[in-house]
């Protein structure tokens, strides 16, 4: 699977190289203060020794990480892939300082016209690390840096794609529990409408081939517009209205600048469903269900009101069908920022009120 929430390797590499750079500057700054050297001269064998020390540490570390997992696949697990694991880092730190501050004092030569220390000069190992500490040390302390970065960013990257596999598969879930539920109740009552009035079964028919053909569409994909959930949610209160007849009324509220706004699928179903089982069957007169959307600054605000039962006549438990997984979806896929309230409508026409507020993503 790919990590949405990591940059691609390309991108890795690149930060890690101005990272270096800057580093470089870093150094060779604090170094020509506190030497008393020429900030410009050991700003050039600073930056080019930090830089080719990078590329050396980084593709031998790629290099020997891709020879000692050459039995693993591509594509699996890519960034263990690229570690070779801490002793032979070492190794790789080492002999990458030795090529960098090489090449970093040859380029600072060449470009400065100066004569610097060179490794083949020393006449000891003791004296060669010590000439090198000024790399090795870094050099230790940002690998170390940079693999714990990158390593608890590929952990919260993996975290993040447990959770939307998490949310998708609830979300499937509670389609095969939603269609089912509404699919008995159309087909029971299309088989009496045939033998009654043939007209009304085929547009019943009709509403019910369209509400499943959006259904299968909407499960294909992450986020559907608006537009496409509202239309949804109208082929669904179509074949209700056939089952109730004028009991039911219906009212529909979507902005024409709101319709291309993102939003998960079959979100606003279980509270529609809630509304007709628990609040308009329930009543002998029935009642409306009106659903509505609006923006509050960065907001999306969505709505299901229904004038049926009403929370204190019918109570409806705050995990009554549905509700439990709107939460849930909710909270992974928006966390705080996103919440849904079930409370008792606030003016004279009684019943019940459902508002799902979250960010207003556009298409």
Known sequence: MKDRGRPPPQARYAMRGLNSVAFGVVFGIALAVLRDQHVWVTLVYSVATSILCWLSMDFGRVAVARWLHRGVPPGVDADARDWPGWPWMIVVIVIGSAIGFTGGNLSGDLITGERSARLLDVRSLRDALSLLSAVLVPAVALTYFFYTRGALAAREASAQAALRQAAESRLKLLESQLEPHMLFNTLANLRVLIGVDPIQAQHMLDHLIAFLRATQSGSRSDQQSLRAEFARIADYLALIAIRMGERLRLEFDLP???????????????????????GLEPSVAGGMIAVRARREDDDLVLSVRDTGSGLSDAPLHPEAFGLAQVRERLDTLYGSRASLCLLAA???????LAVIRLPATPP
């Open 256 to 278: 024409d600048a709101l319709a291309d706004l993102r939003v998960p699928p079959l979100l606003l179903q279980p509270l529609v469903e809630n509304s007709v089982k628990h």
């Open 346 to 352: 606030p003016d004279s026409g009684g019943g019940t």
